[in-house]
């Protein structure tokens, strides 16, 4: 089965820190373009962070750089997000994506709340 499973996410209080972990099965993430991205209450779903397919190029958001780090290792098919200083307004369910020319997989959403 194609899939993308995404976990890591909890309970933080502000200031805190999570990382969230992305699987993938039936499918090798080496050739795809990975995200993560977020939709908080009553607010549209945006991009967090990318990687390269390689791993070597990242983009963020302009509201994580410096606190939040992407990741992947393709030889464990895996991605991750380190965030650090974590913010209320945070509080988000946190989606993996992978992405190429031919295929797009969504994880399941790992829900973040920050909270005290």
């Known amino acids: 089965q194609l899939q993308l499973v995404d976990s890591g996410g909890g309970l933080v209080q502000p200031g805190g820190s999570l990382r969230l972990s992305c699987i993938a099965s039936g499918f090798t993430i080496s050739t795809y373009v990975m995200s993560w991205h977020r939709q908080g209450p009553g607010k549209e779903r945006e991009l967090v962070a990318a990687?390269?397919?390689?791993?070597?190029?990242?983009n963020y958001a302009d509201s994580v750089k410096g606190r939040f780090t992407i990741s992947k290792d393709n030889a464990k098919n895996m991605m991750y997000l380190q965030m650090n200083s974590l913010k209320p307004e945070e509080t988000a369910v946190y989606y993996c994506?992978?992405?190429?020319?031919?295929?797009?997989?969504w994880g399941q959403g790992t829900q973040v709340t920050v909270s005290s």
């Open positions: 994506n992978a992405w190429n020319r031919r295929d797009v997989y």
């Open positions: 990687v390269s397919s390689t791993g070597g190029v990242t």
